[in-house]
């Protein structure tokens, strides 16, 4: 039974399009990510969220925003997609603050 | 501005041997360390990790060295195996941080060769 799960795996889409990534934590975990990995592989924090607060990293375009519906999911919504978005995204989840996050297998989004 | 940068981008070890990947961190405030492993295709999995207050820790065939005073972390391998080729990131929190999230650094391709 996977841990992180995330959806789509694989996403191609046209510039200026909408889109949306699933994430589901089954860990029972109150915190969760996201992540980008760019083309030179560094992976990077791009929002943190738990019931309480949202952290987000001051890099990120607000053409992205996290939604979560409950505590065991958190969409990844990009709005007006750009070239540049194409990436690997990466949905995680940790258990409080100080312990390892667990990640799903990730998303690889080409924007075209 | 990398604050955890792993500066060799790959390790090619003999099987048996011992791999040794470094990283370096700039932000004094950062009090916890992990590695990760990480497959093409799939997300990155947990290794192992330290706390600020130690210097060591130790799992297996797997142990984390760190060194505050020089803000310098390394992960040993050994013996290093086959399965062990991967790309290997080193990753910092810090507890004053709000969201505990993780700085990555840049990775390491590990190749064990039989």
């Known amino acids: 039974d996977t841990a992180v799960s995330q959806t789509p795996k694989y996403l191609v889409t046209q510039m200026g399009n909408d889109k949306s990534i699933k994430c589901e934590q089954n860990?029972?975990?109150?915190?969760m990510y996201w992540y980008k990995q760019d083309s030179k592989k560094f992976l990077k924090i791009m929002f943190s969220?738990?019931?309480?607060?949202?952290?987000i990293n001051e890099t990120v375009p607000n053409r992205f925003s996290p939604k979560s519906p409950d505590k065991a999911h958190l969409n990844l919504h990009i709005n007006s997609l750009e070239l540049g978005d194409s990436a690997v995204y990466f949905c995680?989840?940790?258990?409080?603050?100080?312990?390892?996050?667990?990640f799903g297998q990730g998303t690889r989004l080409t924007v075209v | 501005d990398q604050q955890v940068k792993q500066n060799s981008p790959s390790l090619s070890v003999q099987e048996g041997r011992i791999s040794i990947l470094n990283c370096d961190y700039t932000?004094?405030?950062?009090?916890?360390f992990l590695w990760y492993k990480k497959y093409p295709a799939e997300g990155p999995t947990f290794l192992i990790s330290?706390?600020?207050?130690?210097d060591k820790n130790e799992d297996g065939r797997f142990t984390v060295f760190l060194n505050k005073s020089a803000k310098h972390l390394s992960l040993h391998i050994v013996p290093s195996q086959p399965g062990d080729s991967a790309v290997y990131f080193c990753?910092?929190?810090?507890?004053?941080?709000?969201?505990?999230?993780?700085?990555f650094g840049g990775g390491t391709r590990l190749m064990v060769k039989p």
């Open positions: 969220y738990n019931n309480k607060e949202l952290i």
């Open positions: 860990l029972g975990h109150d915190t």
């Open positions: 932000n004094s405030m950062f009090d916890y």
């Open positions: 330290i706390s600020s207050i130690k």
């Open positions: 990753a910092a929190s810090a507890a004053a941080n709000a969201g505990n999230m993780l700085t």
């Open positions: 995680a989840s940790s258990q409080g603050t100080g312990g390892e996050a667990f």
